[in-house]
Structures are given as C-alpha cells and as structure tokens.
T-cell receptor
Framework: NAGVTQTPKFQVLKTGQSMTLQCAQDMNHNSMYWYRQDPGMGLRLIYYSASEGTTDKGEVPNGYNVSRLNKREFSLRLESAAPSQTSVYFC????????????FGPGTRLLVL | AQSVTQLDSQVPVFEEAPVELRCNYSSSVSVYLFWYVQYPNQGLQLLLKYLSGSTLVESINGFEAEFNKSQTSFHLRKPSVHISDTAEYFCAVRKVDDYKLSFGAGTTVTVRA
C-alpha cells in the first residue's frame, strides 16, 4: 500500500495563477482532508470530505475549492493564487469511524511569488 | 470549539536526557487526544492517542502521555531521548462526535549529542 500520496511535491506559482493539488489514498478510506501548515500555527483544516460525494468547509476555506473525484481522490484547487497561500499542504484520510486516526500524505510545498 | 495550546515552541535537549512536551486544551465537551510527530520533510505520523480507559498511554518507541481531565492536559514525556527523536511534535484534539482535528502550534524537539 502506498497510503496517501500527493502531487506535486513542490510548486512555484506567480500571483494570480491557478493550480490543482492532487491527493489519492489506497486504503479504502471514506473521509479525506486538506490542511495547510504554517510556521507557529500548526495545521489548519481547509476542507474535508466525510464521504464520497460530500465536501465541507474547514477553518480556512477562503481562496480554495475542492473536488472529491471518487472514493480515492480528493483535489484542492487554488483559482487565483496569492502570496498568503504560500504554505505546506497536507492531505489526510481516515475510515471515518469515530475511533480511527488520520493518515497523512508527505505534503506539497507551495511558493506563491 | 476546542483549542489546543502547546506551551513550548522549542525544546532543546541532550541525548539520553528526559523530555516533557506540554499540551493543554479547552473544550466544553468530551474529547479524544492525540500526539503526532513530524520528522524533517515528512508528513505527520500518529505517535499515541487517548480515547478512553487508562489515562496513561504509551507508544512503541518509549513515549508516554497522561490525560489529566481536571487540568485539561495531555503532556508527552520520554525518559531518555535519542538523536532520532529530533522532530516536531503536535498535540491534537477531536470532539468525540466529530471527525475534525484541532492542532496545537507544534513543539520542535532538537536532540544534541
């Protein structure tokens, strides 16, 4: 099992450009999450998908959109990147049962100039 | 909403010395508690968790944490650290009826020989 995979690993964008961060899991998990990690702030939830076909906003959704393409894949889109979106982005997944822990991908480093 | 406070942002420690990382939370409802570890340039991995039962929980690599409900704390300890324990450690909280995690800001542990 590869677990949770994310692409790309690193990306540089100019302000105003768009891009999609990809996430896939091969653990047959129901729930998937997107976080951003900024120094001194821990991880903050951007969006999550409790199950295939549903998505909900997290703590910091502004400037982002998501798509739960199927059970395996959950993508995060920046329509018009801003320097404030420079961050490390992590995808995570879980079975969705209340006792299950989250499994994280390796992260995507995004730099917006 | 629950919040998580990690009281130390940086903890330098010598090899084979003990270490304690402090975590306090606030919540109006019952919660589950987690410690995650992030090694350099990697995603987060679960270190240990408290769901119910014994308030002292242990990990396979010698860490332990104790849930103290009256002090709303979940401090992490290791009696003797190794160089390989150098990492960032995150405390996280989840309401018992929710799937979303709230993370603390993180504590960077640097172990020196």
């Amino acid at each position: 099992n590869a677990g949770v995979t994310q692409t790309p690993k690193f990306q540089v964008l100019k302000t105003g450009q768009s891009m999609t961060l990809q996430c896939a899991q091969d653990m047959n998990h129901n729930s998937m999450y997107w976080y951003r990690q900024d120094p001194g702030m821990g991880l903050r939830l951007i969006y999550y998908s409790a199950s295939e076909g549903t998505t909900d906003k997290g703590e910091v959704p502004n400037g982002y959109n998501v798509s739960r393409l199927n059970k395996r894949e959950f993508s995060l889109r920046l329509e018009s990147a801003a320097p404030s979106q420079t961050s490390v982005y992590f995808c995570a997944s879980t079975t969705g049962t209340l006792f299950e822990t989250q499994y994280f991908g390796p992260g995507t480093r995004l730099l917006v100039l | 909403a629950q919040s998580v406070t990690q009281l130390d942002s940086q903890v330098p420690v010598f090899e084979e010395a003990p270490v304690e990382l402090r975590c306090n939370y606030s919540s109006s409802v019952s919660v589950y508690l987690f410690w995650y570890v992030q090694y350099p340039n990697q995603g987060l991995q679960l270190l240990l968790k408290y769901l119910s039962g014994s308030t002292l929980v242990e990990s396979i690599n010698g860490f332990e944490a104790e849930f103290n409900k009256s002090q709303t704390s979940f401090h992490l300890r290791k009696p003797s650290v190794h160089i390989s324990d150098t990492a960032e450690y995150f405390c996280a909280v989840r309401k018992v009826d929710d799937y979303k995690l709230s993370f603390g800001a993180g504590t960077t542990v640097t172990v020196r020989a």
